[in-house]
């Protein structure tokens, strides 16, 4: 089992706990399973109700009871969606191939300058990159997902999409170096290397998968891996630095999760 340098925020934790495993289990999570299964991951109960209490505010949990009478909690239609849309990236296989990209581009009047913060903040944490003041770009698979998320926070009004392809006059590559900033994402891999890539190969030299050890390692794992898709929003590869961290964080980041998935998961009592 791996002692994680990494800090966890266990609000963090709760939706990870509920995209790999909560919304599959029958009904709603019972208030006592999620401080087990958090404690697993040394998350105190006193944590896992504060957590708990600020995702029920932001309305991504909603209180429940289960058949027995428990009390729970379950995911509401816009988590469910959003971890839906999440599961596209996380869960992405080989790296993409080029479809070109789409454009964004918002014009908020001044009586309402705050929801222009509010735009760039959501569009550069879906991934998206600067080519020019006031244009975003994104590989093109990106839309779907943008406009659930700008229609949920009723920013649609505000932006107009485009799609297209890069002709010029910068080749393509070098202009993907002035719209992301390429060295800080190779950071965030390796960050993730430097603690995950180790678990993936002592597992690879185990013959055993015992079920508490693999939740353990496959939810610390996820944690830091599902914000990375974001972070990262899966440029072409042929548009990157070659020895991209990001192909092999992928690869760790698979190989995790086709050990310790499944183990994990009857733990987690499904």
Known sequence: MINVSEQHAPRSLIVTLYGAYGRFMPGPVPVAELIRLLAAVGVDAPSVRSSVSRLKRRGLLLPARTESGAAGYELSAEARQLLEDGDRRIYAGAPVADEGWVLAVFSVPESERQKRHVLRSRLAGLGFGTAAPGVWIAPARLYEETEHTLRRLRLD??????????????????????????????????????????????????????????????????????????????????????????????????????????????FAGL
Do not use: M, Q
């Open 157 to 266: 009004p505000y932006v107009d999409f485009f799609r297209g392809e890069h002709l010029g006059f910068a080749a393509t590559a070098e202009a993907v170096a002035r719209w992301w900033d390429l060295a800080a994402i190779a950071k965030e891999h390796e960050r993730f290397l430097d603690v995950h890539a180790p678990v993936l190969h002592a597992w690879e030299r185990r013959t055993d998968t015992p079920p508490e050890e693999a939740y353990h390692d496959y939810l610390l794992a996820l944690d830091s891996w599902r914000h990375l898709p974001y972070t990262d929003p899966g440029l072409p590869t042929r548009l990157l630095p070659s020895g991209w961290p990001g192909v092999r964080s992928a690869e760790v980041f698979r190989g995790l999760h086709a050990r310790l998935r499944d183990a994990g998961a009857r």
